[in-house]
């Protein structure tokens, strides 16, 4: 999966550093980000026949901040 540029997107995290993938966003006022990803067909796939997607979080040992998940 990837991260894609969609409408409203206002700000973009790690755009000038090379060791991350840029990760286009909105950033509300409150805090919130709102990213959108794009699977592969072949993830698309996967996850039509299992129902179920794994989500990675880098906390670098720090505190987790609350994650929220849709479709």
Do not use: S
Request: glycine share 6%; charged share 20%; aromatic share 10%.
């Amino acid at each position: 999966m990837n991260p894609i540029k969609f409408a409203g997107c206002n700000a973009v995290y790690a755009e000038n550093q090379p060791e991350y993938v840029p990760l286009p966003c909105v950033k509300a006022e409150d805090g919130t980000i709102l990213t959108i990803w794009k699977g592969t067909l072949k993830e698309r796939i996967r996850f039509l026949l299992t129902g179920k997607m794994r989500l990675y979080v880098m906390t670098f040992n720090h505190p987790l901040q609350p994650l929220r998940m849709e479709v």
